[in-house]
């Protein structure tokens, strides 16, 4: 340490008291100038809806009452009390679905086909959106701008323009948005954000995670239920944006998770619930600014399940992103293989493992006279459904951002994306948080994929 440094330290200060004040000062700074527009609450357009205060109901409309949507019904229907909330409409491209929800729910609920009918109902506070991944762009946005609050599942959104268009409206209109991922309200996460946002670890070196599951009948070959039919489906409607429009196909409909036009496969469907609490746990999320992703379906799981079509997304993906400051993050994914690998944060000064409520941190080798090994046990667990609701409707009423929130949510969607582009088109993906453009090494600029610019989009 500088003589300098030396003469900044109190009397009972130590090296690593400086470095946390310090680590803290820099993360705060870099969190502030990485913004593109104002955070939550400054500066921003004022916004619609009605305010809600400490004691007042909450009511919400349901959009999508599939298999995670009624699991968020049977969720938020179960804690009304608790949470003093109430449900009063259900919205989904299934007349059946939407009839099963109803009835479910109980009370006055409304049941409607078009999200837009909930949406315009003046009493819904908050949208919760669990369609099809193509649609919680034009749900989302249509709630906020209507002044309501969005829990919206994950991914985000589709494709990496929508990611921005859902950011900009959340940022002119004030409302708060909640993506689906549930492991960033436990303990353990906001946790490791706040250790190393006093410098614990060091400048992060790399982040490892993992997603694996083993499917040898193909992962998300969901039985097709006897209503999945041209007459109690919307398909037109079901289909959206999409520009590959086929006629009605069930198996599409119920397994759209294996299709490019709908989903990104793992990519978008499994690896959000691991980067969410990841980059939070750095303690200061930032866009990426290379990413490399690759994949393969090579198994071809879906030759084991009679009467199903071959997916076109990937059964085995890796994706490394770099950030700014030499920080990478390294994340696999797979339905053909259930070993995963650790879950860590590396720091030049020591290593943060995170588990079900508990941090591990060990310090490096060379800083072992420096920093003790730390642990911290009984800190919220696990990815409670119900953990993440109540916390979107505490930050409603408290006006504080959600754990999975907008800011977190369009850098997490960035990497997504960008690691889709790079798989599909064969391409490492440099991206510019300020122009928000890709281009590859050479400097050639790379459009995003939407809809209509591949085959299967």
């Keep these: 340490m500088s003589e300098q440094q030396n003469s900044a330290l109190g009397a009972g200060d130590s090296r690593r008291g400086f470095i946390k004040k310090t680590a803290a000062a820099a993360a705060a700074t870099a969190t502030v100038s990485s913004l593109k527009t104002p955070v939550y609450g400054q500066n921003q357009a004022p916004s ?3 305010v809600i205060g400490a004691n007042d109901r909450i009511v919400v409309g349901f959009v999508g009452v599939g298999g995670q949507g009624m699991a968020h019904v049977r969720s938020i229907k179960r804690n009304a009390g608790e949470n003093n909330v109430e449900i009063v409409a259900a919205c989904d491209v299934s007349k059946t679905r939407t009839a099963e929800a109803v009835e479910y729910i109980g009370g006055d609920c409304k049941g409607y086909g078009d999200h837009r009918k909930v949406v315009d109902r003046k009493d819904v506070d908050v949208i ?7 649609w919680h762009t034009d749900i989302t946005c249509d709630a906020l701008e209507s002044g309501k609050h969005v829990y919206c599942e994950k991914p985000m959104t589709r494709y990496l323009g929508e990611a921005f268009r859902i950011y900009d409206t959340a940022k002119k209109t004030g409302k708060l948005v909640q993506v689906g991922a549930q492991r960033t309200s436990s303990g353990a996460y906001h946790k490791a954000a706040e250790l190393n946002r006093e410098g614990l670890s060091g400048p992060l070196v790399l982040a490892t995670g993992s997603y694996m599951r083993n499917n040898p009948q193909g992962e998300w070959n969901y039985q097709i239920p006897g209503y999945a039919t041209a007459d109690d489906i919307d398909w037109g409607r079901w289909l959206g944006r999409v520009d590959n429009r086929i006629p009605f196909n069930a198996d599409h409909w119920r397994r759209w998770r294996k299709y490019y036009p709908y989903c990104a496969g793992v990519l978008g469907d499994l690896l959000p619930h691991r980067l969410h609490p990841l980059m939070l746990a750095t303690g200061n999320p930032q866009f990426p600014t290379r990413v490399v992703s690759l994949g393969n379906s090579a ?11 071959m997916r076109s997304v990937d059964e085995n993906v890796q994706l ?3 950030f700014p400051g030499g920080f990478n993050m390294f994340l696999t994914s797979g339905t053909v293989n259930e070993q995963g690998i650790v879950e860590c944060i590396r720091g030049h000064f020591g290593t943060m493992y995170l588990g079900n409520g508990k941090i591990e941190f060990k310090p490096e080798r060379p800083f072992a006279d420096e920093f003790d090994p730390e ?3 009984g800190l919220e667990p696990g990815e409670s459904i119900s953990a993440h609701e109540k916390n979107l409707f505490d930050a409603i009423r408290s006006g504080n951002q959600p754990s999975a929130n907008i800011d977190l949510a369009v850098k997490v969607q960035t990497v997504v994306s960008l690691a889709e582009i790079s798989d599909r088109l064969n391409v490492m993906c440099l991206f510019d948080e300020k122009t928000r453009k890709i281009t590859t090494g050479d400097g050639k600029e790379v459009e995003a ?3 209509g610019s591949l085959e299967l989009s």
């Design 128 to 134: 919760v959106c669990s369609t099809v991944d193509h």
């Design 449 to 451: 994929i939407t809809y």
């Design 48 to 50: 619609t809806g009605r």
């Design 320 to 322: 490394l992103a770099e």
């Design 375 to 377: 642990t911290h046990n």
């Design 299 to 309: 198994f071809e799981t879906d030759k084991n399940t009679p009467g199903t079509y």
